[in-house]
């Protein structure tokens, strides 16, 4: 298996967009959107986190090689995680004057995503030792919503978009992007979704939550019979496959400003729902124009907030709180000689 890089400027390139996306997804909720971009909203919520799903898989396959990889995965995930989970409780408590809670396995919001990658590296070194690593992470989703899983549900019905990276080789990549064909046929198949879209709702799909419930909510909980749950999922599971190759054959190969934006994404992740919640208390949202306008602003504007995000100034604001330190939690390394032979 080729090696993944650890710096290639057609993955934080893809980060960076997808990222934006995700930003942009957060700042339509408090804002009413044309039925046109409705419809391109729900394209995108289609896509967007299987696809980073997908991106924490492959660069999971540089982790597993990687001998400090358990300190890592605190330093970088678990502490992390408890440190923002907390402020932002303590930012809706002040913003929302209502009662303090902490809980961390009820992930905030967002926040559910570095707990899925908690979770899924965790479980990283078990998938390629197993003869069909996406056929069982693919049967694990699909039977997580036989019960009632809280927000493991979401976490355990995408891990096959992860488990996908991280058994996925570079070269298969790579055939996405090689000839300009395939960027045609990327171009058609959002299109095609679009007008599939179009039609459908709010015809048959109400809108971006039903794709939401499909990830998040047993089978139960949405009303569903679990045979017509398991099919609904598989079907957005298949959907995002597609939407999510032709979305990657789209992505830029060449570096440039976006791939140094795009290599701290998970910043512009973490923080940017501060702005959010900030933007619906403060009524920021509120001076917008209605329309394709308004919503083409917040599209430009939530781009602007992601670049700032991912800026080297934030990342020397916040370094400390997104990967904090942990030599005092962890021993000091022993050398490999000190170490015992394992047993044969």
Known sequence: MQRVSSREAYFDNAKFMIGALVVAGHAFDPIVLPHGFEVAEIVGTAF???????LVGYFSQGFLRSPGRARRLVAKVAIAYLLFDLLYRLLEWRLTGGAFTFNPLDPYDHLWFLVAMLVWRGTAPLWPQLRHPFAVSVFVSLTSGLVELEAFTRILSMLPFFVLGLTLERRHLAALRERPAHRIAGVAVLAAAYSAFFFLVPRYISGKGVLNNAWVASYAESGLAAPVGMGVRLFFMVTALVLGAAVLALIPERAGRISAL??????????????????????????????????????????????????RPTYLLFRRLMEPPTDWLFAPRRPSGDRPASSA
């Open 48 to 54: 967007r986190m299987p696809v980073f799903a997908f």
């Open 262 to 311: 795009g290599s701290r994404s998970l910043y512009m992740y973490v923080l940017h729902y501060a702005f959010i919640q900030l933007g619906k208390h403060f009524g920021w949202f509120e001076p917008l124009p209605e329309g394709w306008l308004g919503a083409s602003i917040v599209v430009v504007l939530s781009f602007v907030l992601g670049a700032l995000l991912c800026s």
